[in-house]
T-cell receptor
Framework: LAKTTQPPSMEAYEGQEVNVSCSHTNIATSEYIYWYRQVPHQGPQFIIQGYKDYVVNEVASLFISADRKLSTLSLPWVSLRDAAVYYCIVTGPNSAGNKLTFGIGTRVLVRP | DAGVTQTPRHEVAEKGQTIILKCEPVSGHNDLFWYRQTKIQGLELLSYFRSKSLMEDGGAFKDRFKAEMLNSSFSTLKIQPTEPKDSAVYLC????????????FGPGTRLTVL
């Protein structure tokens, strides 16, 4: 079973808020949720991480459901530069041998 | 601050050649990772070093792929001999051990094997 499930793609117009969901029904107590994004011709870039409730930084917000089985990455006021593949990763100390497993991610298309 | 540096950015090789890709991690990072990215398989881990010690050698990639970390600021990935199916983007990433999940990635090397 995959550790995370995300929609394969989403579309938005510039200036809109984009919410990318991630389901992780088997998340362990010791595990955290990480989000990365990758724009064309670059490596993935870490965006945000969280354990529970709500986390915000200068780039995005992360909402985590009370049972921690669902998280939503929120990108306010997207621009063309936010067009990327967004990856949700669940991992924690000793849960993956200190490795990250990237799924297929969510391709976010931003229209002008 | 310098991020992760990878050279070359592009490499074209004939089938059977030996190629060496290079990576310089972020200064002070003790964990270094090599990944391969293709459209079909996505991102796959090839090798993982902690403080220059090889922790993971990528299983299926063992026979023709060899990663080395000669010092804390330089790593190489050798592919010998290359095959057309090795055409992919090879990414290097580094992190602090306590924050292994917050990895800093380089821009990658796009390898084309003819």
């Amino acid at each position: 079973l995959a550790k995370t499930t995300q929609p394969p793609s989403m579309e938005a117009y510039e200036g809109q808020e984009v919410n990318v969901s991630c389901s992780h029904t088997n998340i362990a107590t010791s595990e955290y949720i990480y989000w990365y994004r990758q724009v064309p011709h670059q490596g993935p870039q870490f965006i945000i991480q969280g354990y529970k409730d709500y986390v915000v930084n200068e780039v995005a917000s992360l909402f985590i459901s009370a049972d921690r089985k669902l998280s939503t990455l929120s990108l306010p006021w997207v621009s063309l530069r936010d067009a990327a593949v967004y990856y949700c990763i669940v991992t924690g100390p000793n849960s993956a041998g200190n490795k990250l497993t990237f799924g297929i991610g969510t391709r976010v298309l931003v229209r002008p | 601050d310098a991020g992760v540096t990878q050279t070359p950015r592009h490499e074209v090789a004939e089938k059977g050649q030996t190629i060496i890709l290079k990576c310089e991690p972020v200064s002070g990072h003790n964990d270094l990772f090599w990944y391969r990215q293709t459209k079909i398989q996505g991102l796959e881990l090839l090798s993982y070093f902690r403080s220059k010690s090889l922790m993971e050698d990528g299983g299926a990639f063992k026979d023709r792929f060899k990663a080395e970390m000669l010092n804390s600021s330089f790593s190489t990935l050798k592919i010998q001999p290359t095959e057309p199916k090795d055409s992919a983007v090879y990414l290097c990433a580094s992190s602090f051990p306590r924050h292994y999940a917050e990895q800093f990635f380089g821009p990658g090397t796009r390898l084309t094997v003819l």
